[in-house]
């Protein structure tokens, strides 16, 4: 799953199931990812609900995921790339347009009226929670780094200096650009160095 399909999984997931991979519906639990789950199911709007799983799949859908991917079990990766594939199919017969493609440039407005019938949680806060999932993934690709000159300025080992700038790194509200991430680690270092030498002079004195 590259960066957009994942960020897509973990704000649909979000919805369905908390993020978790091994949920029945109602908030019980299983053990065995070998196969769908066999359960009794539990009362739901429509009825009695067998849905099981990350993405909350009925059996009958499960059954037609996995036979037209050959997936071998009910895992994680499986539940994954039946997740996708459904989403997928079912965004472009309805729209005729890419799924990827949308939410790879901001263009959100008929995924709800696409999927919300697949996933009831698909409704209009949908985009702002795949927002926030692509921004914090993105976020985590453009990191500031560290390298020999940022760690000779301050005068600090790599792990230490790469600890401080992770710390900040992490707080920042939008994803920076490898440029000017990599310019915040110079500064970052700088100001350790000039205060590093300040304490230096002060217990001197």
């Known amino acids: 799953m590259n960066r957009t399909q994942t960020a897509?999984?973990?704000?649909?997931?979000?919805?369905?199931?908390?993020?978790?991979?091994?949920?029945?519906?109602?908030g019980g639990t299983f053990s065995d990812f070998s196969k769908f789950p066999e359960w009794s199911g539990k009362d739901g709007p429509a009825g009695v609900s067998l849905a099981a799983g990350r993405y909350q799949f009925d059996p009958a859908t499960w059954a037609g995921e996995q036979t037209k991917l050959g997936l071998p079990d009910f895992s994680p990766a499986s539940q994954d790339e039946a997740a996708w594939d459904l989403a997928d199919t079912v965004y472009h017969h309805r729209t005729a347009r890419d799924l990827e493609y949308d939410l790879e440039h901001g263009q959100l407005d008929e995924i709800e009226s696409a999927l919300h019938s697949t996933w009831t949680s698909i409704g209009p806060s949908f985009p702002a929670r795949f927002k926030r999932f692509?921004?914090?993934?993105?976020?985590?690709?453009?990191?500031?780094t560290v390298n020999a000159s940022h760690v000779a300025a301050a005068?600090?080992?790599?792990?230490?200096?790469?600890?401080?700038v992770s710390y900040i790194g992490?707080?920042?509200?939008?994803?920076?650009p490898t440029d000017a991430a990599n310019g915040l680690a110079g500064l970052i270092?700088?100001?350790?160095?000039?205060?590093?030498?300040?304490?230096q002079g002060a217990s001197n004195a």
């Open 134 to 144: 692509y921004g914090q993934s993105k976020r985590s690709s453009t990191m500031p």
């Open 8 to 26: 897509f999984l973990d704000a649909l997931a979000e919805g369905e199931s908390s993020g978790r991979y091994d949920v029945l519906y109602g």
């Open 170 to 176: 992490s707080y920042l509200p939008h994803p920076l």
């Open 189 to 199: 270092a700088l100001a350790l160095s000039a205060l590093m030498a300040y304490r």
């Open 155 to 164: 005068g600090l080992s790599t792990a230490m200096l790469a600890s401080v």
